[in-house]
């Protein structure tokens, strides 16, 4: 029987330390401690560029995992390109569904999974094919941030999942305006939709320009209930799961009483 090492890290310690730390000092850290079996998730969209330029900086031999979902923008494709080429990043691996799966959810939805199942579009797309990809690794970097919507606010700068990952999302605490301030200041290229309205940016059918007002995310699934595709939210860290069991437990409690 294989028995799983988890790394014992202090998580309270490390995220009070990292709120006041550079988002490149929170990545140099990661990839030193858990290198060869860390891993960055990217879209190659507009603010993606600041992560790769500064994981270029570090060591540009770190695996980047990109969700070919079939459903990207041309302009998305062309910009991933143009970044890896530019940044030197050597590593660059593409993350597809089953094609079988694929196949039948298209035959069951007419060829519009995105339309007449979104979540289980997301699912099989994306959420499937990063679960397969997370296997062996011990860390996952991601650039989501709190201020990019509700759904983000309570994030950690690192967190702890069941099974031994941890999760370190080094700009959590970043503003747009500093994202901004990062672009310029680098000269780094910009997402050629970015002009048209678009401040994220997704697969082609889920996505439109974003609304003035309203939150960086608000043009994905715009109409609809759904907010992320779920490769953030899959997997609970182990301090949520543990307060939803005490929650569970509590309730339990006062229906027996
Ligand atoms: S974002 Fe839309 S097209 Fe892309 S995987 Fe999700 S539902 Fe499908």
């Not at 850290?29 to 994981?55: C, G, N, R, Y």
């Not at 050597?90 to 298209?106: I, M, Q, S, W």
């Not at 609809?224 to 939803?244: L, N, Q, S, Y």
């Amino acid at each position: 029987m294989s028995v799983v090492m988890t790394k014992k890290l202090n998580l309270e310690k490390l995220n009070a330390q990292f709120e006041k730390s550079q988002p490149a000092e929170i990545l140099r850290w990661a990839i030193d401690e858990f290198k060869p079996k860390v891993a960055l998730s990217s879209s190659f969209q507009t603010e993606s560029v600041v992560l790769l330029h500064m994981v270029s900086k570090i060591d540009p031999s770190i695996k980047v995992l990109f969700l070919e979902t079939g459903w990207h923008f041309q302009e998305t494709l062309e910009f991933k390109k143009e970044v890896v080429k530019r940044f030197g990043l050597t590593n660059v691996v593409e993350l597809k569904a089953d094609p079988k799966k694929r196949e039948a959810l298209g035959q069951e939805t007419g060829g519009k999974p995105y339309e007449m199942n979104p979540d289980q579009c997301c699912y099989m797309n994306k959420v499937e094919p990063l679960q397969e990809a997370l296997k062996g690794l011990e860390a996952w970097i991601s650039g989501i941030r709190r201020s990019q919507s509700k759904t983000r606010k309570e994030i950690k700068i690192v967190e702890e999942y069941q099974g031994g990952l941890f999760k370190i999302n080094p700009l959590a605490n970043v503003t747009s305006g500093d994202i901004w301030w990062y672009i310029k200041e680098h000269k780094l290229p910009q997402h050629p939709l970015f002009e048209q309205g678009y401040l994220s940016i997704g697969c082609w059918p889920c996505t439109k320009p974003a609304q003035p007002g309203d939150d960086e995310r608000s043009g994905r699934w715009a109409g609809k209930e759904k907010t992320e595709c779920g490769i953030h939210t899959f997997m609970k860290p182990k301090r949520a799961a543990k307060k939803e069991m005490e929650t569970q437990a509590e309730k339990q409690e006062g229906s027996e009483i």
